[in-house]
């Protein structure tokens, strides 16, 4: 119809590297945005079609990066190993509670709330996005409110447009 566009982005795992023989869960791979952006014209053509895709560029996709290989800490606590879920967890600062935040993968889903587009998964802090480009801007802690980890399924409120969420920690307190 004519007056239609906008832009459509999901999010889901995508893994950046082969397991081999390796467990492998779909919680663990990593965070991919796909964009499908739409303008009509007046008249109803489309003077605008693009898609585009992009990795959610999270601490831990780079730190893979580095080693060459992925965490994959899901598939392997699966077979019963939980040591690379030693290597994706953040290590407080001196003097700073240990929240027990692990880097994620950004792969479970995307809201779009106070200008802000957030990839989000169940174990870290959402990663803040440029909507035009998909291009990683970095982890978001609502100005350094949020200090542990948050659910990757929020609900914006119709009437007060706030964006509610519940977060969990593994410090008691």
């Known amino acids: 119809p004519a007056g239609l566009c906008g832009m459509y982005v999901r999010n889901g795992p995508n893994p950046q590297f082969d397991l081999g023989t390796r467990p ?6 990593d965070g991919m945005l796909h964009a499908v952006e739409l303008n009509m014209d007046g008249g109803g053509i489309a003077s605008l079609l693009r898609y585009r895709n992009r990795y959610v560029e999270t601490e831990r996709l780079l730190l893979d990066q580095k080693k060459g290989r992925t ?18 967890r ?9 929240f027990k935040l692990l880097r994620g993968t950004a792969n479970t889903a995307v809201v779009h709330h106070n200008e802000q587009l957030l990839a989000l998964h169940e174990g ?4 803040s996005v440029e909507s035009g ?15 542990h980890r948050m659910t990757a399924h929020p609900k914006i409120d119709p009437v007060t447009g706030e964006l ?7 410090v008691p307190g």
Do not use: C
């Open 71 to 88: 965490s994959a800490p899901i598939g392997e606590m699966n077979r019963g190993n939980p040591g690379p879920y030693d290597e994706i």
């Open 24 to 29: 492998y869960h779909w919680f663990d791979g």
């Open 133 to 147: 480009t998909l291009q990683t801007k970095g982890r978001h802690s609502f100005g350094g409110v949020l200090r």
């Open 164 to 170: 509610i969420f519940f977060g969990t920690s593994q």
């Open 90 to 98: 953040y290590a407080a600062e001196a003097g700073e509670t240990d």
């Open 124 to 127: 870290d802090f959402p990663y």
